[in-house]
Nanobody
Framework: QVQLVESGGGLVQAGGSLRLSCAAS????????MGWYRQAPGKQRVLVAT???????NYADSVKGRFTISRNNANNTVSLQMNSLKSEDTAVYYC?????????WGQGTQVTVSS
């Protein structure tokens, strides 16, 4: 079973930057699509950004131009560079791995943006 471990969350002031990373175990990373999602208190989990196994990316409108998703198949990691952070970016951020056989989530990492 693939396991995902997120890191890099924390507290940052509005306008600042954070970089989240997600490390995957196993040997299916390179053939899997990866994504970052977030869930704010009292709200549903929503898509932030995705990257396919071939490197095509997709972003939520709310983060376009501020966030960048990238992947490194050599070390089974996907990252989310977050710039110009806003208070509304505050949430728990989750990494997701998905392929034709299954999908799995990480445990989440808290991002708090103070205004």
């Amino acid at each position: 079973q693939v396991q995902l471990v997120e890191s890099g969350g924390g507290l940052v002031q509005a306008g600042g930057s954070l970089r989240l990373s997600c490390a995957a175990s196993g040997n299916v990373f390179s053939i899997s699509n990866m994504g970052w999602y977030r869930q704010a208190p009292g709200k549903q989990r929503v898509l932030v950004a995705t990257i396919t196994s071939r490197g095509s990316t997709n972003y939520a409108d709310s983060v376009k131009g501020r966030f960048t998703i990238s992947r490194n198949n050599a070390n089974n990691t996907v990252s989310l560079q977050m710039n110009s952070l806003k208070s509304e970016d505050t949430a728990v951020y989750y990494c997701k791995l998905e392929n034709i056989l299954y999908h799995t989530w990480g445990q989440g990492t808290q991002v708090t943006v103070s205004s």
